[in-house]
Nanobody, 123 residues
Framework: QVQLVEFGGGLVQAGGSLRLSCVAS????????MGWFRQAPGKEREFVSA????????DYADSVKGRFTMSRDNTKNTVYLQMNMLKPEDTAIYYC????????????????WGQGTQVTVSS
C-alpha cells in the first residue's frame, strides 16, 4: 500500500517555471511506475508524464515534451515534475499516481492517486 501527497502548485506567469513534488508513504513505492496527470475544468483527466522504478527514460505527452521533466528519488519516496516554459493551457489540477500495470498513459492503470495540486498559468 502507498499514499501520495502533491506539493508545489501555484500561480505563475506564462514562460515561468514550477516544480511539483509527490511524496509517497508506504513500503512499495519502488515497485510502482509513477505518473503525472492533469485535469482542467470541464475536461477529462489527461496523461502528462510517467517514469519507471529505475527512473530512466520518462514518457511524456507530446504537449509537454521538451518543457517538462519528470524524475524520482526512491530514497526519499518522492517524484518530481519540473515544468518550464509554462503556457496558459497548462492550467489544471495536477495529480500524481502509482501504477503496477504496463500501460502508463491511461488512468485505469493507476491504483493510487494523490489529492491534486492546482497549477495556474497567467498570460
Amino acid at each position: 500500500q502507498v499514499q501520495l501527497v502533491e506539493f508545489g502548485g501555484g500561480l505563475v506567469q506564462a514562460g515561468g517555471s514550477l516544480r511539483l513534488s509527490c511524496v509517497a508513504s508506504g513500503h512499495t513505492f519502488s515497485s510502482y511506475t509513477m505518473g503525472w496527470f492533469r485535469q482542467a475544468p470541464g475536461k477529462e483527466r489527461e496523461f502528462v508524464s510517467a517514469i519507471s522504478w529505475g527512473g530512466g527514460s520518462p514518457d511524456y505527452a507530446d504537449s509537454v515534451k521538451g518543457r517538462f521533466t519528470m524524475s524520482r528519488d526512491n530514497t526519499k519516496n518522492t517524484v518530481y515534475l519540473q515544468m518550464n516554459m509554462l503556457k496558459p493551457e497548462d492550467t489544471a489540477i495536477y495529480y500524481c499516481a502509482g501504477s503496477l500495470l504496463p500501460n502508463v498513459r491511461v488512468t485505469r492503470s493507476y491504483a493510487v492517486w494523490g489529492q491534486g495540486t492546482q497549477v495556474t498559468v497567467s498570460s
